[in-house]
């Protein structure tokens, strides 16, 4: 399972928990969105195998086994890993003090912070704002497209897929040596993630009568929220809405 994957699901999960007492849009915004919805489903099975089978037990091993100050750890140098993709993004959006915030933010955490194995920076209100490819080209006017479950990967659009090769290309693990170092840097950010999502995840799995399609309309009011920074056009406020 692809940090992408758990980057997004870490999101999804939050606000599916929370809106899990909410209405869904009406069926025909739903299905304008989701024109897919049978090969999404399939591969959402699938994902859903392949995280009760690897990541969730691995996951949990990793929470017995490596003290929290070092997972926390772990996770605060990666995140200041991807506040560098972040801060690119923003400027590309041209959003350009959110651009030089995240790059104070960076500096700070890798030095006051010790290579970012802490996070002095929120501190110092200078928070994390993530950003990626996917938003920078919703923010350009690029539509999302059908909604698509990318096996391995997870929720997606279609933009968000075209978005996909060069956000992986920028990730952490790209920095480690030689595809085996990418590959076990790639499974420690995913486990990491995934460890956090453990008690939301088992919520989850308590409240949704339909787990797809509570995943799918959360994962798509967040994304759009995500794009336009929480002020959504109204032309873009329902489940089919164009950015």
């Not at 933009?159 to 992986?168: F, I, M, Q, T, Y």
């Not at 290309?169 to 486990?191: C, F, H, I």
């Not at 993630?193 to 919520?203: P, V």
């Amino acid at each position: 399972m692809s940090k992408r994957y758990m980057t997004r699901a870490a999101h999804v999960l939050l606000v599916a928990a929370m809106a899990s007492g909410c209405a869904t849009a009406n069926p025909a915004a739903q299905s304008a969105a989701d024109p897919w919805e049978g090969f999404n489903r399939r591969m959402f099975n699938f994902n859903e195998r392949v995280d009760a089978a690897v990541l969730e037990p691995a996951a949990s091993a990793w929470v017995r086994v490596v003290p929290e100050p070092a997972r926390i750890g772990v996770a605060n140098v990666l995140s200041n890993i991807r506040d560098l993709w972040s801060g690119v993004n923003h400027f590309l959006q041209g959003k350009g003090r959110d651009g030089l915030a995240t790059g104070a933010r960076v500096l700070v955490n890798t030095s006051v912070g010790v290579l970012g194995l802490r996070d002095p920076a929120t501190g110092m209100g200078l928070p994390r704002r993530p950003e990626d490819f996917g938003q920078t080209l919703g923010r350009w006017g690029v539509a999302p497209g059908p909604y698509l479950v990318v096996p391995l990967v997870g929720p997606s659009t279609l933009r968000d897929g075209v978005a996909l090769p060069l956000d992986s290309a920028l990730a952490p693990a790209r920095l480690a040596s030689g595809d085996a170092g990418v590959a076990a840097l790639t499974a420690v950010e995913a486990v990491s993630q995934r460890a956090g999502l453990l008690q939301a995840s088992d919520l989850l799995d308590e409240i949704a009568l339909d787990k797809y399609i509570l995943l799918r309309d959360a994962w798509l009011a967040r994304r759009r929220d995500s794009v336009h920074d929480g002020a959504v056009p109204a032309d873009a406020a329902g489940i089919g809405g164009q950015q």
